[in-house]
């Protein structure tokens, strides 16, 4: 594995990984129809390869067979679950699926699973790959699985946890959280292993607070499988795979960072289903490669957030969450589990923004006026041109939330009649 910064790091490669990475540059060039095109007129040499055109990943949804070499060999094919975009297919060699389970098993072994252990995989299995390779790594790791995937009702979740005595839940924080909250406890639980969305501090608190269970971050996307654990002391995710090229670029300039945050933008050089070069996956991250307090050396992700995490009015605004969860951040003292909601239309857009706290009116006004204090845009929109009406909701529960069929809790749902 390599984390690549500055122009100059693409130099100063080990001279075995370098060979590595250029003959499977040239691998890709002659097998995999898109690299073929994208890459002619590219030389397959490593020092420039910050030169090297990104993968377009509306060309992988688009056409997804002309990202894969040996289309006779693939055994399986998953889909990413589109949250941020259309869907994308990926296909896998047995050899593919075999380096997967090895590197999601060193995820789950970095975050703690052992031999013996019990685990209810609240994740999905259909056409998704996060359930199929959990099982595989667990049984790997000589621990029992239980396969739930999104069906299993929370009744049923309860009392598997209770019954079978699950010592770990594998879901998303989300759902983890919302199991949290029906107020049931005294289980085995030690430990939520999360992936699939961002884990805000408020999730962590939810499970501490029900069960005394620590939340333990995987990272990883259907696009590269696991990649990445959160160790016991919970300062960003260790990388675990060998065979992966990390590049921190400017999401602006789309070149070498020059630093350790900037645009996450990942190779994998060993597969032979679909191939993927260059391929931004959308984080903004900063990378450290500083020994860990755990002992591991190995660097490690912090995600600060999604590079298009922003939302987009008719009147032209662009509006990041950052500020959003600074103003709730200033009045709550935390950030609690949030969504927001766009509804209406072209004259007149409603943003509904609901926060997992109960709270007075007041707290709720606080709120609003904050919101509108950080972004003055906004601020004018609503109080000056009235284009937008804003609602601030608290709700201690989660029935105003709105989940997807994953489980997952996206922080922004566009029910707009016509989205820009
Ligand atoms: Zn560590």
């Known amino acids: 594995m390599i984390v690549l910064k500055e122009i100059n790091d693409y130099d100063r490669l080990d001279p075995e990984f370098r060979d590595k990475v250029n003959s499977y540059i040239c691998f890709a060039r002659w097998y995999v129809p898109y690299y073929r095109r994208s890459l002619q007129d590219f030389c ?89 390779h959990a099982m595989a790594a667990f049984q790997r790791i000589g621990a029992l699985s239980f396969p739930l995937g999104l069906s299993g009702t929370d009744e049923y979740v309860l009392w598997l946890l209770e019954k079978l005595c699950c010592n770990i839940l594998f879901a998303t924080p989300s759902r983890a959280s919302f199991i949290a909250s029906l107020g049931k406890g005294g289980f085995c639980l030690e430990r939520v292993l999360c992936t699939g969305e961002p884990i805000l501090e408020a999730h962590r ?41 990390v590049e921190i670029v400017d999401p602006e300039t789309l070149m070498p960072a020059g630093g350790r945050t900037g645009l996450l933008v990942l190779s994998k050089i060993n597969r032979t289903g679909t191939v993927l070069l260059r391929y931004a996956v959308g984080d903004i991250v900063e990378v450290d490669e500083k020994p860990c307090r755990c002992g591991s050396s190995a660097p490690r992700l912090k995600f600060i957030r999604r590079a298009s995490e922003s939302i987009y009015l008719y009147n ?71 284009t937008v009406d804003i609602q601030v909701v608290l709700d201690g529960s989660f029935s105003s939330f709105s989940t997807t069929r994953r489980g997952k809790l996206p922080r922004v749902v566009d029910r707009r009649q016509s989205p820009p």
């Open 44 to 132: 397959a040499d490593f020092s420039r390869y910050y030169e090297m055109p990104f993968t377009k990943d509306d060309s992988l949804s688009s056409d997804p067979l002309s990202f894969v070499a040996f289309q006779d060999r693939v055994v399986r094919a998953t889909a990413s679950g589109g949250t941020s975009g259309k869907r994308k297919m990926i296909f896998r060699t047995e050899e593919d699926l075999e380096r997967s389970v090895d590197t999601v098993t060193k995820v789950f072994r970095g975050a703690g699973v052992k031999r013996g252990d019990r685990i209810a995989i609240l994740q999905p299995f259909d056409m998704w790959n996060t359930g199929h």
């Open 316 to 386: 032209g605004l662009k509006i990041s969450l950052q500020p959003i969860e600074g103003a709730i951040r200033s009045v709550l003292g935390s950030v609690p589990i949030y969504q927001i909601i766009l509804e209406g239309g072209g004259g007149k857009e409603r943003m509904r923004l609901i926060i997992q706290k109960s709270g007075s009116d007041d707290v709720r006004d606080q709120v609003l006026r904050s919101v509108l204090s950080s972004i003055p845009d906004l601020e004018e929109a609503y109080a000056l041109d009235k």
């Open 205 to 245: 608190e939810s499970v501490r607070n029900a069960w005394g269970a620590e939340i333990f971050g995987t990272y990883g996307t259907e696009e590269f499988d696991g990649i990445a654990y959160e160790c016991a002391a919970h300062d960003g995710y260790h990388l675990v795979d060998d065979d992966l090229i």
